[in-house]
């Protein structure tokens, strides 16, 4: 039995800066290639995340909706999970696919829409990590008599 | 000795339009400061309605949509 899924994919901006299509391509053919059927996906919109996944500040939101058999479900998750360029997903099940997202989509696909550039900073800096640590570098005099180290009694040993 | 009630967000917030994970702007104003969910008491909402409420704010910040916390 099929039903009707609405799902969002947070795509890495940097397939996006690549080719937008191509990063539409990842959530179009995962679709297809679990024999469901796509009634329009679209970029949803371009945002900072609430929190960083990733080590990504920003990503590109696509929404789907579409048609799936149930048992193909764990299978399309599980691709979507392995896919490096998927930050995260989220499917839920819907009633039906709403009149606005299938003109909207169909706007999308015509030849005149480009997508805008996404912003720069979506990557979080992480600072590099000091060459030598300072502690290492103090040196510590350490005077230690010869024949006190040779001749050490072993601990007794118990038992 | 008199209990204070602290004052709803709207009582008819039933009426508004569906609670969607996707319009954060109107979930928003149901979080704390902190990014905690209102209370039904505070919300205004019926049963109901607060289980879509909690439903759409744990989706919206799957997606990093909104903060768990702050």
């Known amino acids: 039995m099929t039903q009707t899924y609405e799902t969002m994919v947070l795509l890495d901006n940097d397939v996006v800066r690549q080719d937008w299509k191509k990063a539409k391509a990842i959530v179009t053919d995962t679709v297809a290639k679990y024999g469901g059927s796509l009634e329009s996906c679209r970029r949803w919109d371009e945002r900072r995340l609430a929190y960083p996944m990733k080590r990504k500040n920003r990503a590109t939101f696509y929404l789907a909706y579409h048609d799936m058999p149930g048992d193909m479900i764990p299978g399309f998750l599980r691709d979507l999970e392995l896919n490096e360029s998927v930050l995260r997903y989220l499917m839920v099940r819907v009633d039906e696919t709403p009149e606005d997202e299938r003109k909207l989509a169909a706007e999308e696909d015509g030849a005149e829409y480009s997508v805008p550039e996404p912003p720069d900073d979506d990557l979080i800096e992480v600072p590099e990590e000091a060459e030598t640590d300072p502690l290492m570098d103090i040196d510590i005099p350490v005077d230690i008599p010869a024949e006190a180290s040779a001749t050490a009694p072993e601990p007794a040993r118990e038992g | ?70």
């Open chain 2, 1 to 70: 000795m008199k209990r204070r009630v602290k004052t709803m967000i709207g009582s008819k917030n039933c009426d508004d339009p569906i609670i969607d994970y996707k319009s954060t702007e109107y979930l928003e104003k149901f979080l704390t400061p902190q990014g905690q969910i209102l209370s039904r008491r505070r919300s205004g909402f019926c049963t109901q309605c607060q289980k879509q409420l909690k439903s759409a704010i744990k989706r919206a910040r799957h997606v990093g949509l909104l903060p768990f916390v702050g």
